[in-house]
């Protein structure tokens, strides 16, 4: 059975950092692209990036791009967010994600309907 398992979440003040992390586990991690979501309160869910089972292709959200920064280890099951320059609308709950079988990257790594597996989520709190 596939887990994902979501960590690194908290409350900053703006302009801080904060590292997302999620291990997996139940399948083999290196051969799915992952990616992370968030959802503000009252709000839809949103793509924030992806990074291919390889590492050798990254997407971002615009509004993260600069700031963020998704990587993963393969040998570790695990896929990072590095969050910096914090801001009070980075605020959501932050989910990562598993790819379908079969995903076509570099046409659906933003539709969260192609992502089969989640996490549970992580609480990001940014204060002004």
């Known amino acids: 059975q596939v887990q994902l398992v979501e960590s690194g979440g908290g409350l900053v003040q703006a302009g801080g950092s904060l590292r997302l992390s999620c291990a997996a586990s139940?399948?083999?991690?290196?051969?799915?692209?992952m990616g992370w979501f968030r959802q503000a309160p009252g709000k839809e869910r949103e793509f924030v990036a992806a990074?291919?089972?390889?590492?050798?292709?990254?997407y971002y959200t615009d509004s993260v791009k600069g700031r963020f920064t998704i990587s993963r280890d393969n040998a570790k099951n695990t896929v990072y967010l590095q969050m910096n320059s914090l801001k009070p609308e980075d605020t959501a709950v932050y989910y990562c994600?598993?790819?379908?079988?079969?995903?076509?990257?570099?046409?659906?790594?933003?539709?969260?309907?192609?992502?089969?597996?989640w996490g549970q989520g992580t609480q990001v709190t940014v204060s002004s």
């Open positions: 994600a598993s790819s379908c079988p079969g995903f076509k990257y570099y046409t659906n790594y933003a539709k969260s309907r192609e992502y089969d597996y």
């Open positions: 139940g399948r083999t991690f290196s051969n799915y692209a």
């Open positions: 990074i291919r089972g390889s590492g050798d292709s990254i």
